[in-house]
């Protein structure tokens, strides 16, 4: 049985890095295949799986500081409250708006789950594009709309499979990995300024949050992803010049996409390599 092979995650999470797939096989194909991949923030585990695919002999550090592991164990009830949802708004067209009506039975009805709901998921079915909520609380202040997928989530069983799945702050990670003589950091923090209920604990992505993140990128290997919208790479450059401080991205290769947020705005993603390996 030919083994699947992942270029989205199974289930949403904002910021997974699935536009940059290609652009992140192709650096990993270039390279000699490091003895530990550490994701320091491992978010949906996309960058992970896509390690340990590349390169098996490897060990693979997916730090699930989110418990995406639990929503995929969790993908059988989840799919069961959906079709239970689809039942409700049959009447509702794709994509329109759910009336209040409609949406307190919505309410009512997961009000009434045991145990652990997927938010994130029921979140992306039926609130408007890019809307998130955690709560029955946080869903009860949204405006629902028929965004409900016509079929069930594929189970994802194997997701996981070859990884080492910790839960752990990102600083106590990488200093336990830190001095490893063979190491490669994934980087994908949050984006600046960008609400990020998703992670753990936190509400927003500050500058010095931010800034914090840099200090994991000295002296070592790495794959970091940021965006033009943080000018994180320009302020470095300016740190570097002006007073002679320290830029970590100063022999580091940069590749760019640029990502459309509606037909009159867009913003560049990056992703910057500092991993001199390479395959001759």
């Known amino acids: 049985m030919t083994k699947k092979r992942y270029t989205a995650a199974p289930l949403p999470f904002q910021g997974q890095k699935r536009n940059f797939v290609k652009q992140f096989k192709e650096e990993l194909s270039k390279r000699k295949p490091p003895t530990v991949y550490v994701d320091l923030f491992g978010g949906s585990g996309l960058l992970s799986r896509i390690a340990k695919d590349a390169h098996p002999e490897s060990t693979v550090i997916y730090n699930d500081y989110d418990d995406f592991?639990?929503?995929?164990?969790?993908?059988?009830?989840?799919?069961?409250?959906?079709?239970?949802?689809?039942?409700?708004?049959?009447?509702?067209?794709?994509?329109?708006?759910?009336?209040?009506?409609?949406?307190?039975?919505?309410?009512?009805?997961?009000?009434?789950?045991?145990?652990?709901?997927d938010y994130i998921t029921l979140s992306t079915n039926l609130l408007f594009n890019m809307r998130y909520a955690f709560s029955i609380e946080g869903l009860k202040k949204e405006g629902f709309y028929n965004r409900l997928r016509k079929s069930d989530i594929p189970t994802s069983n194997d997701y996981l499979n070859g990884l080492e799945v910790v839960k752990m702050d990102y600083k106590e990670l990488f200093y336990k990995y830190k001095q490893h003589k063979n190491v490669v950091f994934l980087v994908d923090p949050p984006y600046l300024t960008t609400e990020i209920g998703m992670y753990n604990n936190m509400k927003y992505w500050k500058l010095r949050d931010y800034l914090e993140v840099l200090k994991v990128l000295i002296d070592q290997k790495y794959i970091y992803f940021t965006s033009n919208k943080s000018n994180i790479v320009e302020l470095c450059e300016w740190i570097e010049t002006n007073t002679g401080g320290m830029n970590p991205f100063d022999n580091a290769t940069i590749t760019t996409r640029e990502t459309s947020l509606n037909y009159q705005s867009s913003y560049i993603d990056m992703m910057i390599v500092n991993w001199t390996e390479t395959i001759t």
């Open 69 to 117: 592991r639990q929503r995929l164990e969790t993908i059988p009830k989840t799919n069961k409250l959906l079709q239970d949802l689809r039942v409700l708004i049959a009447d509702i067209p794709y994509k329109k708006k759910i009336n209040e009506v409609v949406k307190n039975k919505i309410i009512t009805h997961i009000a009434q789950e045991k145990g652990y709901v």
